[in-house]
C-alpha cells in the first residue's frame, strides 16, 4: 500500500458540515477575539454606548464608531497572539521591527467594514438581520434595545487585504529557493494535487508559517518551498477538522493525497513530523514542488 495514500473516496464520500478550528485568544477587558483558521479571519467584538449629551441624530452614529475603535482594538491585540511559527508570535515579531509594528497596526486601524450585515435586536435578544446577509463580508453590526452598538469585525488572514501580505513577506522569499529534493530528480510516480497530513491527536497548533520536518528534522516543506504570491493568497497551509471537509477543499485541488503526522515540534508545538517513509514518498511524488509551491496543503488538527 502507498503510504501517501489518495483520498478521492473521501472526496466522493457525503460531506459534513464544517467544523472551524477556533483558536480563542482573550483581547481585553471590553471584548474576545478569535482566530477561525478554517475559514481564515480574525473576529473580534467591540459594544459602543451612546453619549448621552449628544442629539439623538448622532447618537447611533457615535456608539458605531465607539464599537469599531474597541473592536479593532481587540482585534490587534488578538492578531498579537497569532503564532508566527513554532518559535514566534506575531507580537514577538513586532518588538524586533518598527516597520513591522507600524505596517501591522496601521493595517488593523485602517481596516473598513462597510461591506457588513446590520441586525435589530430587541430586548430579548432576539436579533433580525435589516441589512445585507447574515455576518456576510468584513462584519456585522448589532443595534441593541438599549441603544448600545455591537460591532464585529472579521479580519482576514490572506489575500491582498490580508494579515499575511504584512507578514509572510519578511518570510518567504519571491520563488521557492528549493528547486531540487537533495539534489535528485523527482521519480515518475502518481501525480497529486494536493497534501492533507493529519495531525489529529498531537495537538499541532495552527500558525501563519507552518513547517514539515522528516524524523531528522529535515525540512519537507515550509518557507523555502513555496511562492511568496500563493503564500499571501492563500496562506501557507490551510487548517481543517474534517477529512471530508479538507478532501473538498479547493486548495488541494481533485486529487490530494493523504498522510499521518508522527507528532508536533517546535517551541509552539506548530510544526509536523512525519515519517521518513511518507517524506520519501512527497519528495518522490510527480509535479511534488508545484503543490507545494502553491500552498496546496491542509493540516487536519483537533
Same mark, same amino acid.
Given at each position: 500500500?502507498?503510504?501517501?495514500?489518495?483520498?478521492?473516496?473521501?472526496?466522493?464520500?457525503?460531506?459534513?458540515?464544517?467544523?472551524?478550528?477556533?483558536?480563542?485568544?482573550?483581547?481585553?477587558?471590553?471584548?474576545?477575539?478569535?482566530?477561525?483558521?478554517?475559514?481564515?479571519?480574525?473576529?473580534?467584538?467591540?459594544?459602543?454606548?451612546?453619549?448621552?449629551?449628544?442629539?439623538?441624530?448622532?447618537?447611533?452614529?457615535?456608539?458605531?464608531?465607539?464599537?469599531?475603535?474597541?473592536?479593532?482594538?481587540?482585534? /490587534?491585540?488578538?492578531?498579537?497572539?497569532?503564532?508566527?511559527?513554532?518559535?514566534?508570535?506575531?507580537?514577538?515579531?513586532?518588538?524586533?521591527?518598527?516597520?513591522?509594528?507600524?505596517?501591522?497596526?496601521?493595517?488593523?486601524?485602517?481596516?473598513?467594514?462597510?461591506?457588513?450585515?446590520?441586525?435589530?435586536?430587541?430586548?430579548?435578544?432576539?436579533?433580525?438581520?435589516?441589512?445585507?446577509?447574515?455576518?456576510?463580508?468584513?462584519?456585522?453590526?448589532?443595534?441593541?434595545?438599549?441603544?448600545?452598538?455591537?460591532?464585529?469585525?472579521?479580519?482576514?488572514?490572506?489575500?491582498?487585504?490580508?494579515?499575511?501580505?504584512?507578514?509572510?513577506?519578511?518570510?518567504?522569499?519571491?520563488?521557492?529557493?528549493?528547486?531540487?529534493?537533495?539534489?535528485?530528480?523527482?521519480?515518475?510516480?502518481?501525480?497529486?494535487?494536493?497534501?492533507?497530513?493529519?495531525?489529529?491527536?498531537?495537538?499541532?497548533?495552527?500558525?501563519?508559517?507552518?513547517?514539515? /520536518?522528516?524524523?531528522?528534522?529535515?525540512?519537507?516543506?515550509?518557507?523555502?518551498?513555496?511562492?511568496?504570491?500563493?503564500?499571501?493568497?492563500?496562506?501557507?497551509?490551510?487548517?481543517?477538522?474534517?477529512?471530508?471537509?479538507?478532501?473538498?477543499?479547493?486548495?488541494?485541488?481533485?486529487?490530494?493525497?493523504?498522510?499521518?503526522?508522527?507528532?508536533?515540534?517546535?517551541?509552539?508545538?506548530?510544526?509536523?513530523?512525519?515519517?521518513?517513509?511518507?517524506?520519501?514518498?512527497?519528495?518522490?511524488?510527480?509535479?511534488?514542488?508545484?503543490?507545494?509551491?502553491?500552498?496546496?496543503?491542509?493540516?487536519?488538527?483537533?
Amino acid at each position: 500500500m502507498k503510504i501517501l495514500q489518495c483520498v478521492s473516496a473521501i472526496c466522493l464520500s457525503a460531506i459534513s458540515l464544517a467544523v472551524a478550528q477556533i483558536q480563542p485568544v482573550i483581547a481585553s477587558a471590553d471584548g474576545q477575539g478569535n482566530v477561525d483558521w478554517s475559514e481564515r479571519f480574525v473576529i473580534a467584538t467591540g459594544i459602543g454606548a451612546p453619549n448621552p449629551d449628544l442629539p439623538p441624530a448622532v447618537n447611533r452614529p457615535g456608539a458605531i464608531r465607539a464599537a469599531t475603535m474597541v473592536a479593532l482594538r481587540n482585534a /490587534l491585540e488578538t492578531i498579537k497572539g497569532i503564532y508566527l511559527n513554532s518559535t514566534t508570535t506575531v507580537e514577538n515579531f513586532m518588538t524586533k521591527s518598527d516597520v513591522v509594528t507600524s505596517s501591522v497596526s496601521g493595517f488593523v486601524k485602517g481596516f473598513e467594514i462597510a461591506d457588513r450585515a446590520v441586525y435589530e435586536c430587541d430586548k430579548q435578544g432576539n436579533c433580525k438581520v435589516i441589512q445585507g446577509a447574515e455576518f456576510e463580508g468584513k462584519g456585522r453590526v448589532k443595534y441593541m434595545s438599549d441603544g448600545t452598538v455591537e460591532v464585529t469585525v472579521k479580519v482576514p488572514l490572506d489575500g491582498v487585504d490580508g494579515l499575511g501580505q504584512k507578514l509572510l513577506p519578511d518570510l518567504v522569499g519571491e520563488k521557492p529557493s528549493v528547486s531540487t529534493w537533495e539534489g535528485k530528480a523527482a521519480k515518475k510516480s502518481r501525480v497529486f494535487t494536493g497534501l492533507i497530513i493529519d495531525c489529529r491527536g498531537l495537538k499541532v497548533k495552527p500558525c501563519l508559517s507552518p513547517k514539515v /520536518l522528516d524524523e531528522a528534522g529535515k525540512e519537507i516543506y515550509g518557507s523555502a518551498y513555496v511562492s511568496r504570491e500563493w503564500a499571501v493568497k492563500y496562506g501557507m497551509a490551510g487548517y481543517s477538522k474534517d477529512p471530508q471537509v479538507a478532501a473538498k477543499l479547493e486548495r488541494v485541488g481533485g486529487n490530494p493525497g493523504m498522510i499521518k503526522a508522527l507528532k508536533a515540534s517546535g517551541d509552539n508545538s506548530t510544526d509536523v513530523v512525519i515519517a521518513d517513509k511518507d517524506a520519501a514518498e512527497v519528495r518522490s511524488a510527480a509535479d511534488n514542488l508545484k503543490f507545494l509551491s502553491e500552498c496546496r496543503v491542509v493540516l487536519l488538527v483537533d
